[in-house]
């Protein structure tokens, strides 16, 4: 990123003083033109949500333009962005600025319910809470009231999820995700909650506040005294004496440095997930109840005693290797079966290579020591597609196109990029060579599939992006990438005929599996996944694909229908943010989308307020006993 010193520079000649224009017609323009080009359902939210872009969009241009400030200026961006309803759609200001309380809640049979409270509220006299409590307001408002208010800058497209959302964004709030509360930065929060037996009571809590706020070009100098009590006076000088002098005439060297430190944070606006990883005051030992996070490692449930879970223990040369997969796996005792476990907290392992091999060697112990297999996605923000078609191919056994998830693009650089690359790796530079004869057998595998598919994003791209490509399948990338990670193995362990060799048959003794074998879950047992509305974009992909195979069973919640790949703009000009768009649109088999929509499971599974009091210690048997009742496992 330029220096935002640098931008300021430019914009003392663009627009005169920085008072007269927060934001000149050029940025409107570029922002507004990048978000349309890129954003691939607008389309399909024209028709749900009843507007026309067009029309919009000129409403939002002039707003852009007649902001005062640069609080009204990112509020105004947060608002264009939360009109699209989109989990994957957020903005990133410039700001490390982030406040909670020390208590966690999640939303329920239709009620706010606190479900994990920190030690310090523990100990607090005013404030006696209970995990199973009921939080009915704050600060005045009711949890109804703070859903219409926040709806608008933070929806996700689903209702269901957006009201569990909220909670989350009540309680824990990030400037640089959502530039609306700090227009009421108090000290001291005033909550309501009530009692399980209908009794009220209020507390006051103080906010844990941490980082560097949002700069307000505006009101510059009243930021000063906090930011810079920690900077040398020398370090200051030394930056002060080499400030132009354009800048001595607007600035002190106060006001100068604390610019300064705001350009420092700009890395923060680089993290796009949309992940609800908090941290909470208090002491874990102290604390009463079970936090709720997205990509978890751990399920958010427990196994019982009786059940005799054995955690999954691979050889001691793949410890380190599944450790970096970061999937949890096991297997359980359930009435005479025995029951394969495997947790998926999101498809982005720790490394994408040792997820590959670890992968083969977790399915191929499930496959051999267990009667049907459970698995757990539930809290998955998604990932990538090529670790998601992996575990769904190990499911499956074999991709099938016609039954595949597609996706049509806003065409851009980068997507084109991957297939090119993809492409230069199957080039033979001399075809008598036997060590690349293997790239001659991929290219006619997957070379005209490769070609065809970037042939329609090249077509979409020629036309400006104003209209999304014909569908592609990105199944064909993860194939073929998984047809390279294994080849380096394949050349030193197998014989010509792909039979393991002597060091090959030493390795697969070592590890307890073939490296190069292919593994998948027999096809005769039972898979049930359990999903939830906290799932998005690969945690919907993945068990929409599933289902379309006819392969698993789902059970749980809609997921939050964040249908689409997601991608970063990065704006650069005089008020410079970061923001994510999704830019394609995922096609289930019947031409059904997902964005908005979701997956629904066949099984309908809820928790409860009850589940949430005993820290969901009873939800994996009341599961397991809907299960049986539908006589969907033996």
Request: a negative charge; proline letters at 4%; one cysteine or more.
């Amino acid at each position: 990123m330029r220096s935002l010193i640098i931008v300021l520079f430019f914009s003392l000649f663009l627009s005169g003083p920085l008072h007269a224009q927060i934001a000149s017609p050029i940025e409107v323009d570029s922002f507004l033109e990048t978000l349309e080009s890129n954003y691939a359902p607008m389309t399909f939210k024209e028709g749900r949500y009843g507007f026309l872009w067009s029309e919009k969009r000129a409403q939002l241009r002039e707003k852009l333009l007649s902001a005062r400030s640069t609080h009204e200026f990112y509020l105004i961006v947060s608002e264009v962005l939360g009109d699209l309803q989109d989990v994957h759609v957020s903005i990133g200001l410039p700001s490390s600025y982030q406040k909670s309380l020390p208590f966690q809640t999640v939303w329920v049979q239709g009620k706010t319910i606190v479900n994990y409270i920190g030690d310090d509220i523990v100990r607090a006299e005013d404030c006696a809470l209970e995990v199973g409590d009921e939080m009915v307001r704050l600060d005045g408002k009711s949890i109804s009231e703070w859903h219409d208010i926040l709806r608008p800058y933070v929806g996700t497209g689903n209702a269901r999820t957006d009201l569990n959302f909220l909670t989350h964004n009540l309680l824990n709030r990030k400037e640089a995700r959502n530039a609306l509360f700090y227009a009421e930065d108090n000290d001291i929060a005033a909550l309501e909650f009530s009692r399980e037996n209908g009794s009220l009571f209020r507390c006051h809590l103080k906010w844990k506040k941490v980082g560097l706020p949002m700069l307000d070009l505006q009101t510059i100098s009243p930021l000063n005294s906090e930011r810079l009590s920690g900077l040398a006076e020398n370090k200051q000088s030394l930056f002060w004496s080499k400030t132009p002098d354009i800048f001595k005439k607007y600035y002190s060297s106060d006001d100068m440095m604390t610019l300064k430190s705001l350009t420092n944070t700009h890395h923060e606006m680089l993290n796009l997930d949309v992940g609800l990883r908090t941290s909470w005051l208090g002491e874990e030992d102290n604390s009463e109840g079970k936090k709720l996070e997205l990509g978890a490692k751990e399920p958010f449930f427990e196994f019982p005693e009786e059940f005799k879970f054995k955690p999954f223990k691979p050889h001691l040369l793949m410890k380190p290797i599944w450790f970096l997969t970061g999937l949890n796996a096991g297997t359980f005792e359930y009435e005479g079966q025995r029951v394969g476990f495997l947790r998926i907290p999101s498809y982005v392992p720790l490394d994408l290579l040792s997820a590959h091999l670890g992968l083969k060697n977790v399915i191929k112990y499930l496959n051999e020591n267990s009667d049907w297999l459970l698995v757990d996605q539930t809290n998955n923000p998604g990932g990538y597609v090529a670790f998601s078609d992996w575990i769904i191919k190990a499911f499956v056994g074999e991709i099938e196109d016609v039954k595949h998830m597609k996706f049509k693009f806003r065409s851009n650089r980068n997507v084109m990029s991957m297939y090119r690359m993809l492409q230069g790796q199957l080039e033979v530079e001399n075809d008598q060579d036997e060590d690349e004869n293997y790239k001659i057998d991929l290219k006619k595998r997957y070379g005209e599939k490769l070609e065809s598919e970037l042939g329609y994003l090249a077509n979409a791209f020629a036309n400006k992006g104003l209209e999304l490509s014909a569908e592609v399948s990105l199944s064909v990338i993860s194939e073929l990438t998984s047809e390279l990670i294994e080849q380096p193995f394949k050349k030193y362990i197998c014989d010509e005929d792909g039979s393991l060799n002597l060091v090959g048959m030493a390795l697969e003794y070592a590890l307890g599996f073939n490296p190069v074998g292919q593994y998948s879950y027999d096809k005769n047992k039972p898979i049930v996944m359990f999903i939830n509305e906290m799932d998005f974009s690969g945690g919907d992909a993945t068990p929409a694909i599933l289902q379309d195979y006819g392969r698993a069973t789902l059970v749980g919640v809609t997921t939050g229908g964040a249908g689409g790949s997601v991608s970063g703009i990065q704006h650069g000009l005089r008020n410079s943010f970061s923001y994510s768009v999704t830019q394609s649109l995922m096609m289930r088999s019947s031409g059904q989308l997902v964005e908005n929509i979701g997956v629904q499971p066949e099984i309908p599974f809820e928790l409860s307020v009850s589940d949430v009091k005993e820290e969901f210690k009873n939800v994996l048997p009341r599961l397991l006993k809907t299960l049986k009742k539908e006589q969907v496992i033996p």
